[in-house]
């Protein structure tokens, strides 16, 4: 069924389970995401990102994911994640996208405050949630790389701040995550997570969640992360199936698709099992 995001995030803060979230860049992808949830009865968010836009257009992703989480057994929330421009935002919203993170978080921190508190207002009088960014995410590489990442942590009174001046429904934080491959073991500030989450009283969401242990993210979800992002992990997992099938003598794309889709699955079973909300979503 399709929902927003605080269908599927508020039954998760009160009951202590993360829930996770998917890119979905193309069907196959959509497919092992939404029918690992099924099969696990967990609900789970899955979308694009506007720095994914390349690889799938927003119109072209909103065409195979509205419909699949319609149809799905489970609570499906479908998010448009990191929007970086406001005409996306609204595209992604006309297109039926039930969820926004509007990302602010470079701007000075009024400007992020009044973006997102029109954002929330545009928002939730559509039905739609809306996610927020307080410090700033970097990326392990590339253009949006921070020299000195902890400069840009969330600050937990401002957390609270900004939730009452915007009213955001989740707060995305900075707290030693990045987006991408790791280069290092990374270092999560569990007792800022902590902080902030008795701060906002709201779910908390962590962004580059690929590549973090299994423990980071059990300690993760018990400081109050609700919604934990993952990518790259099922990209490379989708890859790795190719290669699978190619040793295996497929010699088509057809023939190449069940074991793509296989290779994912099992990733986002790992995932949704290690974040708690396996059966939380299923039918009474």
Do not use: W
Request: aromatic residues 6%.
């Amino acid at each position: 069924m399709l929902v927003n995001m605080n269908d599927i995030l508020l039954p998760a803060k009160a009951g202590g389970y993360g829930v996770g979230f998917f890119n979905a860049v193309n069907v196959e992808m959509a497919r092992a995401v939404i029918e690992t949830a099924e099969e696990l009865g967990a609900p789970v968010m899955v979308g694009t990102a506007e720095i994914l836009l390349p690889a799938m257009e927003l119109e072209r992703v909103a065409e195979y994911l509205i419909p699949m989480a319609r149809k799905a057994s489970v609570p499906v929330c479908v998010h448009y994640d990191h929007g970086l421009t406001f005409e996306r935002c609204m595209e992604a919203l006309r297109l039926g996208f039930t969820s926004i993170m509007y990302d602010c978080s470079t701007l000075p921190y009024e400007e992020n405050v009044d973006a997102v508190a029109e954002m929330v207002r545009i928002c939730h009088g559509m039905g739609a949630s809306v996610e927020g960014e307080l410090g700033h995410v970097g990326d392990n590489e590339g253009a949006g790389k921070l020299e000195h990442p902890s400069d840009f942590y969330t600050n937990p009174a401002m957390a609270a701040d900004f939730v009452r001046k915007t009213g955001v429904d989740s707060l995305a934080v900075a707290v030693g995550n990045a987006h991408g491959d790791y280069k290092f073991p990374p270092k999560l500030d569990f007792g800022r997570i902590q902080a902030i989450a008795d701060a906002a009283g709201l779910p908390l969401v962590l962004h580059g969640g690929s590549g973090l242990s299994d423990d980071d993210f059990r300690t993760a979800v018990q400081r109050g992360i609700c919604k934990i992002n993952i990518f790259t992990d099922i990209d490379k997992a989708g890859k790795a199936g190719i290669e699978e099938g190619l040793a295996a003598g497929a010699k088509t794309m057809m023939k190449l698709i069940p074991y793509e889709i296989a290779a994912m699955k099992r990733v986002v079973a790992e995932k949704l099992r290690l974040f708690g909300s396996v059966r939380s979503g299923a039918s009474e």
